[in-house]
């Protein structure tokens, strides 16, 4: 008889378990799913700690760093401050009366009533437009040219740099009166040289008269500003350009930059806070622009600045109370620019010195 093929053995030892179900599979995986999490989520924890210790560092040192400027420049604000808030608030308090020297006893209160006048008055918004252009085209022209000549200082030769920062800061150690008589002597029509020297440019002759006409007077003065200020503006910027980092700039060759490009694109940017800094002061300073007109021209042929409008109301005049608004109403022109500039700018310095 043909009894069939024979029966395979049956499995043995820890094999001849039946092979689970997958019922049987789930809870062993949710478990081991549930063992990763946690694993994973001990790991997120200790990565996090640290992260968390460092921030902590960062925001003590830093509260540590504010709080030890404040102890630095503490006392300097505090003296600044009772120096220069007094004459403040005596100016606004003296804006409000009609009060003259001529005539000390007949003061008398008269509110508002100055600033109603001046801001009614030609005069104002005719001395604020110079001023303004004066401002606008020194700062624009000190700005290409203090770039140009900080870069030439960032970039010259060691043995030559100290020579030739030298060189170019010499204007700036200059006083603005002294050289303000220097140009109105050398452009004056008696005593200047430079209607001999430059009568081959066209429009200048021995009897041209810088001072006789709006544009010609307001160019000189222009120039004179831009000769003295320009190497502040530079030395501002080259300490801004001390803090690129120069390993974007050869990044960015390497990477077949153009000197153009690198400028814009890597030098300016890496800028922002310096320039901003630069614009703000310089533009403050030549907006309160006087020793410069008050030689040359003394306000004449349509050259009078706000500055010299106060000083004549002022001195010349000695109306206390009207001299006393037109300084109080250049105040406000100053914080106005401040805020513009700040605004203009967005820079963040807490982020540009590395504090976040």
């Keep these: 008889m043909n009894a069939g093929p024979p029966a395979e053995p049956a499995p043995r030892g820890r094999h001849a378990s039946t092979p689970p179900t997958s019922t049987e599979e789930a809870p062993t995986r949710r478990g081991a799913v549930s063992r990763g999490e946690s694993r994973g989520e001990s790991r997120d924890d200790a990565r996090g700690a640290p992260d968390a210790a460092a921030k902590a560092a960062r925001s ?11 102890y630095l420049a503490g006392p300097a604000f505090v003296v600044m401050l009772a120096v220069t808030l007094y004459p403040i608030l005596q100016a606004v308090y003296d804006s409000l009366f009609n009060y003259k020297l001529t005539a000390p006893d007949d003061r008398a209160f008269v509110g ?4 109603v006048v001046i801001l009614t008055d030609s005069v104002w918004w005719r001395d604020l437009g110079v001023t ?8 624009v022209i000190e700005l290409i040219l203090g770039f140009a000549l900080a870069l030439v200082m960032h970039r010259a030769i060691k043995r030559l740099r100290g020579l030739l920062r030298t060189a170019i800061l010499v204007p700036y150690g200059i006083i603005t009166v002294v050289s303000a008589f220097a140009w109105f002597y050398a452009f004056d029509i008696t005593s200047g040289y430079v209607n001999h020297w430059f009568d081959w440019v066209p429009g200048i002759g021995p009897d041209l008269n810088w001072f006789a006409q709006q544009g010609t007077s307001l160019f000189v003065i222009i120039m004179s500003e831009v000769w003295k200020t320009t190497p502040f503006i530079s030395l501002l910027l080259l300490a801004g350009l001390a803090q690129v980092p ?4 050869e990044a960015a060759k390497v990477d077949g930059a ?9 030098i300016v ?5 310096a320039i901003m800094v630069a614009v ?10 006087f020793d410069n007109v008050f030689i040359m021209t003394n306000g ?9 409008l106060a000083y004549r109301t002022s001195i010349g005049q000695l109306q206390i109370g009207m001299g006393s608004a037109i300084s109080v109403l250049l105040f406000l022109c100053v914080v106005l620019i401040c805020f513009i500039a700040i605004k203009l700018f967005k820079v963040d310095l807490a982020g540009a010195r590395g504090e976040k």
């Design 60 to 70: 003590d040192r830093a509260r540590a760093e504010a709080r030890l400027g404040w």
């Design 112 to 115: 508002l009533n100055n600033y």
């Design 132 to 139: 303004l252009f004066i401002t606008v085209v020194t700062v």
């Design 246 to 249: 120069g390993d974007l700039e």
């Design 258 to 266: 153009t000197a153009w490009q690198r400028f814009t694109r890597v």
């Design 269 to 273: 940017p890496n800028m922002k806070a």
């Design 280 to 289: 703000l002061f310089r533009a403050l300073d030549a907006f309160r622009i």
């Design 300 to 308: 004449a042929n349509g050259t009078e600045v706000l500055s010299l």
